[in-house]
């Protein structure tokens, strides 16, 4: 199943412009990480932010995560025609079993930056 | 390339056949998760391995079963397969603190 939904599902912006996609989840997290997969290819990890952590940058990309509202948002700013793919958030479950935490995924966002 | 290799890229294969999806995690991590990428289903994962053991499962049908061997290798085995199996299937490798580095992705196609 589930755990995060993302908003928009599909997003379309001019060159330059700037980026916003929404995430939302259900459960306590340890961290919440953005992916990014151009069609049929492998997922790119972007970002992870951790469950202390308010907002994050890198690079372009900035992420911000409310876990009163159980929520992120991942801002692409100057966005370029290269950025068009799909973006997924993820999150890592609070509870630990000493590895690495399975990953919960959305339904994603199909950004189409036109040039 | 992003140090996880997956073999074979595309498959196709015919409604009750069997098939062994192969993954070599990036050196030195330890965790391989399995997914499941298909349009009505999204992202599904399926199952980790941590150092040989299994770790956690997912929505993972019993037709389906993976290990993990001593080089940290990863098989997954599908079997008795059916059309609706059709999907991208990825392997991931992470490290305990950080993001998950994916594969490129095993086309199936089940006819």
């Known amino acids: 199943s589930q755990q995060g939904e993302e908003d928009p599902q599909a997003l379309s912006i001019q060159e330059g412009e700037n980026a916003t996609m929404n995430c939302s989840y259900k459960t306590s997290i340890n961290n919440l990480q953005w992916y990014r997969q151009n069609s049929g290819r492998g997922l790119v990890h972007l970002i992870l932010i951790r469950s202390n952590e308010r907002e994050k940058h890198s690079g372009r990309l900035r992420v911000t995560l409310d876990t009163s509202k159980k929520s992120s948002s991942l801002l692409i700013t100057a966005s370029r025609a290269a950025d068009t793919a799909s973006y997924f958030c993820a999150t890592a479950g609070a509870i630990s079993s000493g590895s690495a935490r399975q990953l919960t995924f959305g339904s994603g966002t199909q950004l189409t930056v036109l040039p | ?111």
Do not use: M
Not at chain 2, 85 to 98: E, I, K, M, Q, R
């Open chain 2, 1 to 111: 390339d992003s140090g996880v290799t997956q073999t074979p890229k595309h498959l196709i294969t015919a409604t009750g056949q069997r098939v062994t999806l192969r993954c070599s995690p990036r050196s030195g991590d330890l965790s391989v998760y399995w997914y499941q990428q298909s349009l009505d289903q999204g992202l599904q994962f399926l199952i980790q391995y941590y150092n040989g053991e299994e770790r956690a499962k997912g929505n993972i049908l019993e037709r389906f079963s993976a290990q993990q061997f001593p080089d940290l290798h990863s098989e997954l085995n599908l079997s008795s397969l059916e059309l609706g199996d059709s999907a991208l299937y990825f392997c991931a490798s992470s490290v305990a603190t950080g993001g998950y580095t994916f594969g490129s992705g095993t086309r199936l196609t089940v006819v």
